[in-house]
């Protein structure tokens, strides 16, 4: 039985990493800025404000806001949740990989193909998130052939160019090469399901809306509250900015899931994963796996 740590209070209130405060503060300090100038002028020059607004409208709008967000966000999660499982297939077609090629393969030969798993891996990080893609790969796997436009293409282009000379040799069958062209075509389908996702965002106009609506909402709601909430009405109007800029930055960061921000997926530690099962396949000692640092949640 696995027994996670739970957060008390205190964690859950002050904790900053991982959270989306920092992101959001600026704005919240405009809103709380502007609705506190609104209760002081009403309360200055109440003629100004002969005739109260109301929370009424504010309800109907804060409710179709929220079924917006909403929306956006369950979209938002659909893109970082199945990024998660084309790199969760990856890290098990690397793992299904390195338990066939020792045991049909030559030991060097098998070396050879079982560290490109490795680059394949690196490289595909690093075009992810618009790094050295050819330095990625030339780190794990120096002898790559990166003539093409796509270096980590051409660590797959390798192997199946690998394993097709020793089928020829009648060093493998054709039945073994087929299983093994099989797990390559399966990491070929990841890098393009990971490029899709990475090159195919959500239609713009869609967080253009929920911004505007947001900031519209949030800088009219103290017309309506000011008159019975006096000066509570920063605190309220802060609580609801925080709830929908909060929301929208999450969905900023899970839209783009292969990003470096604390929310994205942890690239590092699953290219770690496949590194550790490399390394245990080729007898190597194996790197230490990565943890998540400064989070209450192990």
Same mark, same amino acid.
């Given at each position: 039985?696995?027994?996670?740590?739970?957060?008390?209070?205190?964690?859950?209130?002050?904790?900053?990493?991982?959270? *989306?405060?920092?992101?959001?503060?600026?704005?919240?300090?405009?809103?709380?800025?502007?609705?506190?100038?609104? *209760?002081?002028?009403?309360?200055?020059?109440?003629?100004?404000?002969p005739?109260?607004?109301?929370?009424?409208?504010?309800?109907?709008?804060?409710?179709?806001?929220?079924? %917006?967000?909403?929306?956006?966000?369950?979209?938002?999660?659909?893109?970082?949740w199945?990024?998660?499982?084309?790199?969760?297939?990856?890290?098990?077609?690397?793992?299904?990989?390195?338990?066939?090629?020792?045991? $049909?393969?030559?030991?060097?030969?098998?070396?050879? +193909?079982?560290?490109r798993?490795s680059? %394949?891996?690196?490289?595909?990080?690093?075009?992810l +998130? /618009?790094?050295?893609?050819?330095?990625? *790969?030339r780190?794990?796997?120096?002898?790559? =052939?990166?003539?093409?436009?796509h270096?980590? &293409?051409?660590?797959?282009?390798?192997?199946?160019?690998?394993?097709?000379?020793?089928?020829h040799?009648?060093?493998?069958?054709?039945? +073994?090469?087929?299983?093994?062209?099989?797990?390559?075509?399966?990491?070929?389908?990841?890098?393009?399901?990971?490029?899709?996702?990475?090159?195919?965002?959500?239609? %713009?106009?869609?967080?253009?809306? *929920?911004?505007?609506?947001?900031?519209?909402?949030?800088?009219?709601?103290?017309?309506g509250?000011?008159g019975?909430?006096?000066?509570?009405?920063?605190?309220?109007?802060?609580?609801?900015?925080?709830?929908?800029?909060?929301? /929208?930055?999450?969905? =900023?960061?899970?839209?783009?899931? %292969?990003?470096?921000?604390?929310?994205? $997926?942890?690239l590092?530690?699953?290219?770690?994963t496949? &590194?550790?099962?490399?390394?245990?396949?080729?007898?190597?000692?194996?790197?230490?796996?990565l943890?998540?640092?400064?989070?209450?949640?192990?």
């Amino acid at each position: 039985m696995i027994v996670r740590t739970r957060p008390n209070l205190l964690t859950l209130l002050f904790t900053l990493r991982g959270s *989306v405060l920092p992101r959001v503060a600026p704005k919240l300090a405009g809103i709380v800025a502007v609705s506190c100038a609104l *209760v002081w002028a009403e309360a200055r020059w109440p003629a100004l404000f002969p005739v109260s607004a109301g929370v009424t409208p504010f309800t109907v709008v804060g409710l179709a806001l929220s079924i %917006f967000l909403s929306f956006r966000n369950n979209a938002c999660y659909e893109r970082w949740w199945e990024a998660r499982k084309h790199w969760g297939s990856l890290i098990g077609e690397v793992r299904n990989l390195a338990r066939i090629l020792p045991a $049909l393969l030559p030991e060097g030969e098998a070396g050879i +193909q079982l560290r490109r798993l490795s680059a %394949f891996a690196h490289g595909l990080r690093a075009r992810l +998130q /618009d790094r050295d893609e050819a330095a990625a *790969v030339r780190a794990k796997a120096p002898d790559a =052939d990166l003539s093409g436009p796509h270096p980590t &293409d051409a660590v797959l282009a390798a192997i199946t160019r690998d394993l097709a000379v020793l089928t020829h040799a009648g060093r493998l069958s054709d039945i +073994q090469f087929g299983i093994l062209e099989a797990r390559i075509e399966a990491l070929s389908g990841v890098h393009t399901a990971c490029e899709r996702l990475a090159n195919t965002p959500l239609p %713009f106009a869609y967080t253009l809306l *929920v911004y505007r609506t947001a900031w519209l909402y949030c800088l009219l709601l103290p017309v309506g509250l000011a008159g019975s909430l006096g000066w509570g009405t920063p605190i309220v109007v802060a609580l609801v900015g925080y709830t929908f800029f909060g929301l /929208d930055a999450l969905g =900023d960061e899970l839209e783009e899931p %292969f990003g470096t921000e604390p929310n994205d $997926l942890p690239l590092d530690a699953m290219v770690r994963t496949v &590194d550790r099962i490399v390394h245990h396949a080729l007898g190597e000692p194996m790197p230490e796996p990565l943890a998540p640092e400064g989070y209450w949640l192990r």
